[in-house]
């Protein structure tokens, strides 16, 4: 069986698929507080059209999927497409990035679903803060999820985007949370994706800078070796339950091993994060392609992956500055 693989010999085995680009709330770092111009629903992927792409790039050996959005419970019958998705024998991992407003009365269904793991978007556990920063007050809502999740049969993670001048100062917090609680922290390097460009920031939260000041209130922090594909470098505090990690998503010191591609809401597919997508897979099947034609497609279209992040930005045309919302993206 051929398998997807890039030129550098790396095998793409994880696919993130946004099921919309609609959201409930209104982060800053991901859009504008007026929202994003959402698409008609017609240009949206149909869940018919998602099975078909997942199933396709599932026989040529991509076994994990994460689906992401905006936000994917705010599209109507999302939880009858993870029954559909369910029904693929050749994936290993179906896996959802929510924030968490919206699915506390699906977690029943989600582990009858065999839902692997759930990554909880969270940016502070002030009610306050939280409130400032997704410009909307659900912090109960999430916080209940939370502990809901961290009760289930479900692997949790915390995803939390560092923002310098709002949140820095709940890192240690966040860290905290591990000591009790068998979850997994994320600690996100913040990225130009809030429809703008990246705002201007007085401190660089990069990698070594949250480290560091994790450091400065732990001791006995252990690092944990990862599996190569990893998006995080992991550590835990000893005799803790839970784990930390840092994603350096901006300095991007990740890319080497990347199995990852992306297709949007609208069927763009997209080889990294940073490029302005490849190709549309939705047009392409509407206009009557056959499932050897989306395949032949898949193997070439792979082998164009660049090797890091800073080569997709760089290969944008004319140097087009980052600046899409993560929304329309995919988280």
């Known amino acids: 069986m051929n398998k997807l693989t890039d030129k550098f010999g ?5 696919l993130r698929l946004a099921v919309t680009d609609r959201c409930n709330l209104r982060c800053q770092y991901c859009m504008p507080a007026h929202g994003i111009d959402i698409v008609d629903r017609k240009d949206l992927l149909t869940f018919k059209e998602m099975y078909r792409i997942t199933r396709t790039l599932s026989e040529l050996g991509v076994n994990k999927v994460r689906l992401t959005g905006g936000e994917p419970f705010v599209r109507k019958d999302f939880i009858r497409f993870l029954e559909m998705l369910s029904f693929n024998d050749l994936l290993d991992e179906i896996n959802i990035t929510t924030n968490g407003a919206l699915i506390a009365n699906h977690i029943e269904k989600l582990e009858e679903l065999k839902i692997g793991s759930v990554n909880l978007s ?4 002030n009610r306050e803060n939280f409130a400032k920063i997704t410009r909307r007050d659900v ?7 939370l502990e809901l999740l961290e009760k289930s049969s479900m692997n ?11 949140n820095t100062h709940e890192i240690s917090d966040f860290v905290q949370l591990t000591e009790e609680k068998n979850i997994a922290v994320r600690f996100i390097e913040e990225m130009p994706f809030n429809g703008v460009g990246q705002r201007a920031t007085k401190e660089v939260w990069n990698y070594t800078a949250i480290l560091k000041e994790v450091a400065s209130k732990f001791k006995n922090i252990e690092p944990i070796v990862s599996e190569k594909s990893s998006t995080s470098k992991n550590f835990k505090v000893g005799g803790y339950k839970g ?10 010191t990740i890319c080497g091993d990347c199995n990852r591609i992306r297709i949007t809401a609208t069927g763009m597919f997209k080889n990294c994060l940073f490029d302005e997508g490849v190709f549309n897979v939705r047009d392409f099947i509407r206009k009557g392609a056959g499932n050897e034609d989306l395949k032949d497609l ?3 279209i792979v082998k164009d992956k660049p090797e890091n992040g800073f080569v997709a930005e760089s290969n944008r045309r004319q140097n ?6 993560m929304s329309t993206i995919g988280g």
Do not use: H, W
């Open 156 to 166: 949790l993670k915390l995803n939390m985007v560092v923002q310098s001048g709002i």
């Open 298 to 300: 898949f193997l070439k």
């Open 122 to 125: 969270i940016d502070s556990l």
């Open 243 to 252: 784990t930390f990690g840092i994603i350096p998503a901006f300095t991007r």
């Open 10 to 14: 790396r095998q793409i085995s994880y």
């Open 139 to 145: 912090f109960q809502e999430v916080y209940k999820t």
């Open 320 to 325: 087009k500055k980052v600046s899409e919302s």
